[in-house]
C-alpha cells in the first residue's frame, strides 16, 4: 500500500495567518492527490483533486500544489471557520489510502 | 442538488448483521463510482472500498476485505455496505462518498453511526 504521511500532525495559527500542510507519499503518484477538510462533528468535504484543481464553490484561499511524491496545501489568511482537521489522500492505486490528518486551531 | 443520503444511526450486537444505504440524489447514479470510508471514534480515514453502478464491479481495501460486502440497487439509485457477523471493532462512522471518472471523492453522505456492543 502507498503510505500518505502528513506534516505537522497538528498546528495552531493566528487569523489571517498563511498556513501550510505537507502530504509525502512512500512511492510516486502523479498528481492523483485530493484534500479533504472536516470540521468537528461533521462529514469530510472536498477541497482539491488532481492536487492543484480546486473543487466548486471552494473558496480560493485553499490552495494545492505537488506533483509526484510531495504535496502541499496552502491557506491563505486563515479564519476562524477554518478550525478543522486536513486530509490528503491519494487515489493512484488501490487501496487508495489517506493521510493521519492535519487538526489546525486558531490562536 | 446533488446530494447522497445516508440511513440512521445502528446499534447492534457483536455477531448480528446489518446494512447501511447511501442515496444519490439530484446526478446520474450510473455515472459515478459510490466509495466508503470508515471513521472509527477519534481516529482518521480510512478508504473501505468502491463499487461502478454501471455494472457493479468493486474494488476493496485488504484491510476490508471478506469482511464487508459493497453492493447496490441501480433502481432505486442505493449503494449499500453490509456485514454477515458483526465485531465490537467496526463500532465507527461510515461514509459514503461519490467518486469522479477521474478519481477522488467529490460529495460526500452525513456519515451513518454503528454501535456495536454487547
Known amino acids: 500500500d502507498i503510505q500518505m504521511t502528513q506534516s505537522p500532525s497538528s498546528l495552531s495559527a493566528s487569523v489571517g495567518d498563511r498556513v501550510t500542510i505537507t502530504c509525502r507519499a512512500s512511492?510516486?503518484?502523479?498528481?492523483?492527490l485530493a484534500w479533504f477538510q472536516q470540521k468537528p462533528g461533521k462529514a469530510p468535504k472536498s477541497l482539491i483533486y488532481?492536487?492543484?484543481s480546486l473543487q466548486s464553490g471552494v473558496p480560493s484561499k485553499f490552495s494545492g500544489s505537488g506533483s509526484g511524491t510531495e504535496f502541499t496545501l496552502t491557506i491563505s489568511r486563515l479564519q476562524p471557520e477554518d478550525l478543522a482537521t486536513y486530509y490528503c489522500q491519494q487515489y493512484n492505486d488501490y487501496p487508495q489510502t489517506f493521510g493521519g490528518g492535519t487538526k489546525v486551531e486558531i490562536k | 442538488e446533488v446530494q447522497l443520503v445516508q440511513s440512521g444511526a445502528e446499534v447492534k450486537k457483536p455477531g448480528e448483521s446489518l446494512r447501511i444505504s447511501c442515496k444519490g440524489l439530484g446526478y446520474s447514479f450510473t455515472s459515478y463510482w459510490i466509495t466508503w470510508v470508515r471513521q472509527m471514534p477519534g481516529k482518521g480515514l480510512e478508504w473501505m472500498g468502491k463499487?461502478?453502478?454501471?455494472?457493479?464491479?468493486?474494488n476493496y481495501s485488504p484491510s476490508f476485505q471478506g469482511h464487508v460486502t459493497i453492493s447496490l440497487d441501480k433502481p432505486i439509485s442505493t449503494a449499500y455496505l453490509q456485514w454477515s457477523s458483526l465485531k465490537a471493532s467496526d463500532t465507527a462512522m461510515y461514509y459514503c462518498a461519490r467518486s469522479p471518472e477521474g478519481g477522488g471523492m467529490d460529495v460526500w453522505g452525513q456519515g451513518t453511526t454503528v454501535t456495536v456492543s454487547s
Open positions: 488532481a492536487a492543484s
Open positions: 512511492q510516486g503518484i502523479s498528481n492523483y
Open positions: 463499487i461502478d453502478p454501471s455494472d457493479s464491479y468493486t
